[in-house]
T-cell receptor, first 116, second 113 residues
Framework: GAVVSQHPSRVICKSGTSVKIECRSL??????MFWYRQFPKKSLMLMAT?????????EQGVEKDKFLINHASLTLSTLTVTSAHPEDSSFYICSALAPRGRNEQFFGPGTRLTVL | QKEVEQNSGPLSVPEGAIASLNCTYSDRGSQSFFWYRQYSGKSPELIMF????GDKEDGRFTAQLNKASQYVSLLIRDSQPSDSATYLC?????????????FGAGTRLAVHP
């Protein structure tokens, strides 16, 4: 099956610093990846759609200058949380769209971000 | 109105029973429907997807879709304690593009021995 990895799995940082999260598709090429955020006991909220070689498409209410997304290759998308604040603490999950027209997403294991 | 609605639960069923999880969606043009299972602190894992009206069975799981009623359900037969998790319904809206998914808030299932 398709495998998606995320790194780091857990990060703690000070307020005002920036944090980069990597999402990789390990055994397939993903032209489209997605970034979600999940607060405790809440559902996944789509933040943005990342397309290889083009600008990400952000959902309404998501600050593109705060959550920088780069999809530089067919197997890697990165999310950078800039000038992180405690309210950015959350579980960030990426997914990759299955290849060959299959409308399925394969999820990474998630990254727990804690901003002190 | 939320785009995808689920009862938050918890839904408590005895081991061996059938668990029935329900989901309604607001976008009548939605194309694809997914059920994910999420254990606490973990990311979602796909259980089933369904595109057409009717039933789709896979092992102990059956997904049911009724587009006229904008309703999709998941039945889990012979429920096991290991099935205890939050079940997320997800829908690809008609106007979403890029195959994006809209998730419901999830239903917490508790299977007790």
């Amino acid at each position: 099956g398709a495998v998606v990895s995320q790194h780091p799995s857990r990060v703690i940082c000070k307020s005002g610093t920036s944090v980069k999260i990597e999402c990789r598709s390990l055994d397939f090429q993903a032209t489209t990846m997605f970034w979600y955020r999940q607060f405790p006991k809440k559902s996944l909220m789509l933040m943005a759609t990342s397309n290889e070689g083009s600008k990400a498409t952000y959902e309404q209410g998501v600050e593109k200058d705060k959550f920088l997304i780069n999809h530089a290759s067919l197997t890697l998308s990165t999310l950078t949380v800039t000038s992180a604040h405690p309210e950015d603490s959350s579980f960030y999950i990426c997914s990759a769209l299955a290849p060959r027209g299959r409308n399925e997403q394969f999820f990474g294991p998630g990254t727990r971000l804690t901003v002190l | 109105q939320k785009e995808v609605e689920q009862n938050s639960g918890p839904l408590s069923v005895p081991e061996g029973a059938i668990a029935s999880l329900n989901c309604t969606y607001s976008d009548r043009g939605s194309q694809s429907f997914f059920w994910y299972r999420q254990y606490s602190g973990k990311s979602p894992e796909l259980i089933m997807f369904i595109y057409s009206n009717g039933d789709k069975e896979d092992g102990r799981f059956t997904a049911q879709l009724n587009k006229a009623s904008q309703y999709v359900s998941l039945l889990i037969r012979d429920s096991q304690p290991s099935d205890s998790a939050t079940y997320l319904c997800a829908v690809t809206p008609f106007s979403g593009g890029y195959n994006k998914l809209i998730f419901g808030a999830g239903t917490r299932l508790a299977v007790h021995p």
